[in-house]
Nanobody, 117 residues
Framework: QVQFVESGGGLVQPGGSLRLSCAAS????????MDWYRQAPGKQRDWVAR???????YYADSVKGRFIISRDNAKNTVYLQMNSLKPDDTAVYYCRGRPTVTQQGTWGQGTQVTVSS
């Protein structure tokens, strides 16, 4: 059974940092393309960042230079390091894993990130 479980969310002040984790099971993790998305209240789910099976990384313009996506294949985990957080980064963050970008893949359950003073 393919499963992704996010963790690491919480409340942080503007300018602060958080690191999200997404642990995978039931797959050959190193073969998977991993994405992070986020959904703010009342808004659509937006793509945030991607790391391919070969380690190439891509970012939405809104987070470029502030967020870093990485993976540890030995731990079956993808990370999202979020720095210089802004109130607009407040959202539920989801990871998504799939063998190729043309497939639907599997979503995690999400983790809440709130940026507020």
């Amino acid at each position: 059974q393919v499963q992704f479980v996010e963790s690491g969310g919480g409340l942080v002040q503007p300018g602060g940092s958080l690191r999200l984790s997404c642990a995978a099971s039931g797959i050959i993790f190193s073969d998977y393309v991993m994405d992070w998305y986020r959904q703010a209240p009342g808004k659509q789910r937006d793509w945030v960042a991607r790391i391919t099976d070969s380690g190439s990384t891509y970012y939405a313009d809104s987070v470029k230079g502030r967020f870093i996506i990485s993976r540890d294949n030995a731990k079956n985990t993808v990370y999202l390091q979020m720095n210089s957080l802004k109130p607009d980064d407040t959202a539920v963050y989801y990871c998504r894993g799939r063998p190729t970008v043309t497939q639907q893949g599997t979503w995690g359950q999400g983790t809440q990130v709130t940026v507020s003073s």
